[in-house]
Nanobody, 120 residues
Framework: QVQLVESGGGSVQAGGSLTLSCAAS?????VGWFRQAPGKAREVVAT????????YYGDSVKGRFTLSRDSAKNSVYMEMKYLKPEDTAMYYC????????????????WGPGTAVTVSS
């Protein structure tokens, strides 16, 4: 079992920035960020192979969001810049022990989520 805890959500104006953090209870190979806005389907935002550092980004966030990791802390960070109102959602950290991270949503472990609100 792996426990995941997100932090860093909040409210920001359009064009602003936020950094989300995901702390895992132990090393796990693939960590991803997902989001779900009210009334909408869950969307994969970005994922990272924590061992090799390979990252994958959804089209809607490419060039604006950046993943980084701290292996010593089993943590993954997502810096979000140039935020838009459509980025408003609950953001979830998820993880899986192996396989290709990619942009699938078949992850095994999920955090409780952190809310991001972007006002226009």
């Amino acid at each position: 079992q792996v426990q995941l805890v997100e932090s860093g959500g909040g409210s920001v104006q359009a064009g602003g920035s936020l950094t989300l953090s995901c702390a895992a209870s132990k090393y796990i190979a693939c960590v991803g960020w997902f989001r779900q806005a009210p009334g909408k389907a869950r969307e994969v935002v970005a994922t990272v192979d924590t061992g090799l550092g390979w990252t994958y980004y959804g089209d809607s966030v490419k060039g604006r969001f950046t993943l980084s990791r701290d292996s010593a802390k089993n943590s993954v960070y997502m810096e979000m810049k140039y935020l838009k109102p459509e980025d408003t959602a609950m953001y979830y950290c998820a993880a899986k022990p192996g396989g290709t991270c990619g942009l699938s949503d078949s992850f095994d472990y999920w955090g409780p989520g952190t809310a991001v609100t972007v006002s226009s």
